[in-house]
Every structure is written in C-alpha cells, then in structure tokens.
DNA sequence: TCAGTTATACTCAAATAGAGCATAATAGGG
DNA sequence: CCCTATTATGCTCTATTTGAGTATAACTGA
C-alpha cells in the first residue's frame, strides 16, 4: 500500500546522517501557593528540572513525568506540551540537541525544604509583570527609559521606529493597554536590548549593568516565560486553574489564583458572575470564615465539565484598572 | 556560575542512553486556491512531506524548508510549529523516533503536475468538516449512527455516556452548536469508534467497513488534522489569512478563503465590518469586475501590522448558520 | 453596638456580535 | 435603452456580553 517514495522517506529518517540527535525534556512546573505563583526549579533556583529522552520512557510525556519526580520528588498532573527546538550542542561535539518543554500544573504540597530543588515565586524571575499593585516601579524607573534608549541608538531610521513600536506594543505605552499575554516578547525585547543577565552571555562587551529579574542557566528563563505566556493564554478559555485549586475553595481564592497567574486584578462581582453562569463549581455545602467578613461558601470544581466538554470554554474578567 | 546538580543532569544528557533518537521533521503545507483548502502531499496522495532532521539544518525551521522544497519543489513562507511526539520505531530496531510537525501557509503556485507530489483538497481527507453547504449528508446518514452505535456497544455505563457526551460536543448534537475548531477531536472519536480506515490497521479484525475519507499513511491524517484544528483557531485571533492570500484581493475573496478554512460561512456585511474596523487591509486604488455584479475595490494587506503588533489581534465573524 | 471586612445580589451603560434592509454599480439579454 | 441578475457597500436594529458601580448581607473583634 505504500509507495516507493513514502518508504524511500522514511527509509532516510533512519540512515546515519540523522544519527547524533539527542533529546532533552524540560519541564515548567507551576503551582500558587498563598496568592503565588510558584515554579518547581533545582540547583540554586537557577534551572528547571530536566533530562535526556531515554529508551525507557514509554512517551515523552512519562519520561518528563520520571524526570521531575527524580529530581524533586514531586509527582506531576496536569502536563502539556510547550515548545521544541534545537540547538547545536555548545560543548563542542557534533551532537544536536533538542530540548522539548512542557507546562505542568500541580499543588505545592507541604514539602520539606531541600538542597536540590524548591519553589521561588515566577514575579522573582520576571519583576516586571506583576501588575496586580499597580505598574511596578522597575519598569518607568528603570525599563522603560533603557528599552527606549536601546530603540534610539539604532542607526537605520527604520530599525528605530520598528524598536520602538515594539516596545510601545509590548509594554503597553502611550494609549495602548498593558497585554499580560505578551510575556515573551517582553522577555525577547529586553534581551535584545541586553537588559537581563542572559544577554551578556555568549558576548564580550563587558558592560555588566545591573539588570532586573533573577537569571537562569541556557535559556531557561525563556522557557519560563514561553509557559508563563502559555498558561495566560490559557486560563481565559480552558478551565486549567483549577488544576492548581485545591479540592474545596472560595471563590474569592479562585479569583487571588487567577490574578496571580495573569498579573493583575480583576472585577469581584464580574468574576462570580462568570464563574458560576459557565456552571464550572458547585457548592460543598460548607462555608468558610477565614479572613473576618462574612463567610464565603465553598465550591469544588465540577469534574464533569471535563468530560462534557472535552475542550471546554471558560472566560475570565481581566480588567484593565 | 552553574552548579552541580545541573552540571550532572546536562552531562547525562550526553551520555550513551539517550542516543538511539532519530528526529523527523513533517510538514502540514496550506493553501487556499479557487475556495479550496489544500494540502501539500507527495506519494499517492498519501503522505506528508517529511524527512530526518539532520546535521547539516541550521534550525529545525531550515530543516523542514530544505524537505519540504527538495521534495515538491515549493517554497515556504509563513511556519509553525504543531507538535512533538515520540513513536517507539515500528521496525524492530530500538530506535526512538521523534517527529516534530509544522504548519506552513503558502500560495499554491501555476505549477506543472508532478508525480512526486501535488496539492489535495483537505476535505478529501476530512468529509464531514466541510459544511459551507449545510451539513454534509455522511455525517446524519454515515457517521452518527454509526458513532452513536459505538457509543451504546460498550458495557460500561458511565463509559457508555462518557461516549455519547464526547460525541454529542465534538458533533454539535443536540442544542449544541457546531464547533469547527474540534478537527482532532472528531478524528479521534472517529478513530476510536474504528470509522477511518487507519483505525484497522494495527488490529487483526477483519471488518474492512467502508469508511469515510481519503487515508494517509502512518498518523499523517491524525497531523493534519491537528494542523487545519490549529488554523481554524488562529485565523480567529491572527492575521495568518493574508499568508495564504495573494498580494491584492478583494473582500470577497478574502471571505471565501475564511469560509474555505473554517468549513463554514460567514455572513458578509458583518465580515466587512470586521476586517476593515481593524484597519487589516488598505485599498490599492484599483477595482475589480470579474463576476458579474458591481465591481469590487481591491485591498491589500497592511504589512505595517505585523510590525505594530507582533501578536497582532483579529477577529471573524463566524455565524451559525 | 459599632467599625471593618468580605460575600453576594442587582442595576446600568458601553461595546460587540448576529441579522437583515436598502441602495449602488456592474453585465447581459431582450 | 430598459430590465434583471448579481455582487458591493452602507446602515439600522436587537440581543448579548462586558466593564463598572451600588446596595445589602453576614460575619469578627473591639
């Protein structure tokens, strides 16, 4: 039933030439924790847990799972892929490299503290986009005026105004509205324009200026924002928050988890409103009386929509205050 | 700088276990060409363009562009990526087979016809995704019954309405409305309920039932279809139409590929409204009179949008008609 | 009992989306 | 030249959806 040149193609992918690839699996592991957003990182909080592709893994998706639970010891639920690409391995070798990253979700539990792994807040690797008190102070203090800088000492004028519409876009300048989706291309344009620690890197100049945010080896920090990114998208159309609820909540600790997550605050009232005519929770029964007032009741997230809706909708109030 | 915890895990992603990898790279090539979507294929029709990533490709990107040409001979535009997955190797051997797939836009160019290659219109492959004519006549006499039959066959009672719920969203039964983002998830059910002929292949059972779709080889019909999901959903919030669009184009026209992606129609008043609200497009002065009726201006795309907004939005207007 | 704080129910207006009507500008056939 | 068919284009109208604000309700602690 095939034909010659099908097989002929499939024939190549397994001659010599595509022999020196290796695999690696990178996982951004995300939970909230007190109002948080947490990632799971090893060695000093500077990289994210990963590791080869093996024979062993029965898919890549369990070899990620096996990766984690090795080095952290924490066991994973909720994983999607993120992103794949490849880089000449830098050590020298002929090897390509190719790193796959996934986006998982879980609970913090009530670990130890360890030596070789731990949760750090994602605001302690990009201090520029937490917005939920306001625009942080890094960014018209200190971002802003070198971004603008960096798209002024272009020579080409056209270089120039493409620089700066960019960093308008992305960061949300003169009538434009803050984008909290646009995570990446902050993170790329600051890059660009040597603005964080990475950037010095592969170059010689030896200009260390003091640069926001903490760094992390390769290109970690820029997985991290690609799942950041990802997972903004994504909690305004697919109920994924709840992977990082725990069994019974308020509906106000829903609402601090979601603005963890987007960076910014959102419309009380609006929120309920839309959490609940999307028939996402339903009531335990049970109340609350926590944080003084008056007590909140609890809900659970409705494990059906899942199987009703495979992909499910969910909307979420982001309101520009 | 780096510690040792993430010297190790580097170093073993060098060593001899992650070796046996191979990495493919596949390509999911669009173009719209008389208000057809139609994907590039090389073989009887039957197979994607594919071929190993090697060490001579730059990117995986270059990778796929050098395949993709060698192997039809048309160049891409417009890339990216879909998905990653590993495949334990059918052939016995124990390499791992990594397939990284990409969706690219293009215009189908006045070329020859080839034997190696050519271009198919994707609703040979998909039937029942078309319903710009109303609802396709395989899905009520066909495919319904047949799923619904499916779903009743199983012992399982809570696997029974699992079924039939999945059935019902991914079909738009009932209230529901038809969605034309789930292509993979009808594929799927498809699949699982045996009704596309790649479902037999693996087993021994011998009902070759007459099946809806043209089939491809290996999971390429499986890809596809998570390329035209993926399409269908980002023509709503991208500007990826003009990639397939040629360089001027009346709104109509516009419209028509829209229709061709989605499967679905769109009511046109408000299609203009939409488009031009968005300051998308820009009139090129001149004026078209091809099919009878009133002459058409003609529009081009404003390439400054890419510029002005990286992450540009846009949004159809998709009816339920 | 009062002040402070959160929960929850409603109301209102602006913006968006879905549909339909009306008019304009062509081609082609009596 | 007039009439009809056909597509282009401009506008109106209504139902929803979204953003925001007001008004109560129900607790805790001083």
Redesign the interface.
Known sequence: M??K??QA?RQ????N????????LIAVVIAVTNGEPRVLT???A??LP???????HR??QSGLRAWVER?TGHPLGYIE?L????DR?R?G??????S?SYLGLTREEQTERSP?HGWRGWYDYFPWEDHRAGVPPILPAILMPRLLAWADEAEDMNLRH?RR??VA??FGLDDRDWNE??VL?RYELLYEAALVAEAARGRDNGSPLSVPGRPM?ADHRRILATGIARLRTKIKYRPVVFELMPPAFTLLQLQRTVEALAGRLVHKQNFRRLIEQQDLVEETGETMSDTGGRPAKRFRFRQTVL?????AGTKLPLSRA
């Open positions: 095939q034909d040149t099908t193609t190549a992918a397994r001659n030439r595509s022999r020196a690839v290796s695999a690696d090893i060695g000093h500077d990289a990963s590791g080869p592709f093996e024979l062993g898919s890549l080095q892929q992103y794949t690409f490849a391995d050590t070798d002929e090897r390509v490299q190719i796959i070789t493409n519409q960019r876009y992305a989706e646009l291309q080896i199987a009703e809706r495979t992909v």
